[in-house]
């Protein structure tokens, strides 16, 4: 009975593992709400406004059922757009491993950004908006998930430092 068992759970596994093209529409956009419902839960110290959850549903809904591959954000200074970034980092994690794996992970530290070659790249020249997406990383407690990476003024040449 037990070995009965185990093979069914097998087998709803098996099913389970789908590539992103063999879920529909339906399944794909319900995927996308549990992302974001997830992600806000997993930064609480995120302000969760309407419009914060609707550019989050219509960007993933354009990458994931209208298949669109590179989008850009455009918005009025102080919109949000960061804290949009970094929670559309989260869902495309969550979605990645969940159209992967097939499982909900418990919290990030499962995740592989990597995984599915899905990143989210942040680019500013402002020094200013560096320094703030560096305070964010800390503020919400989400530094473990991003580097920063500025331009070539910002760093000591090792070489020239050696020789002096």
Avoid at 85 to 94: I, K, R, T, V
Wanted: net charge negative; hydrophobic share 35%.
């Amino acid at each position: 009975m037990l070995n009965q068992e185990n093979q069914e759970e097998q087998e709803t596994t098996h099913v389970d593992l789908r590539l992103q093209n063999d879920y529909t529409n339906e399944e794909i956009n319900l995927i996308i709400k549990k992302s974001i419902r997830q992600c806000l839960d997993f930064v609480p110290s995120v302000h969760k406004s309407e419009s914060l959850v609707l550019v989050l549903y219509n960007v993933l809904k354009t990458v994931y059922i209208e298949k669109i591959e590179h989008v850009v954000l455009s918005a009025p200074t102080g919109s949000g757009k960061s804290v949009i970034g970094y929670m559309l980092n989260f869902c495309f994690m969550f979605i990645e491993n969940y159209l992967q794996t097939g499982k909900i992970p418990v919290d990030y530290t499962e995740y592989d950004p990597y995984m599915a070659g899905k990143q989210t790249y942040m680019l500013t020249s402002s020094k200013m908006l560096q320094e703030q997406l560096e305070g964010d990383f800390d503020r919400f407690n989400i530094n473990n998930y991003f580097s920063m990476l500025k331009g070539i003024k910002n760093y000591e040449c090792t070489k020239q430092t050696e020789e002096t």
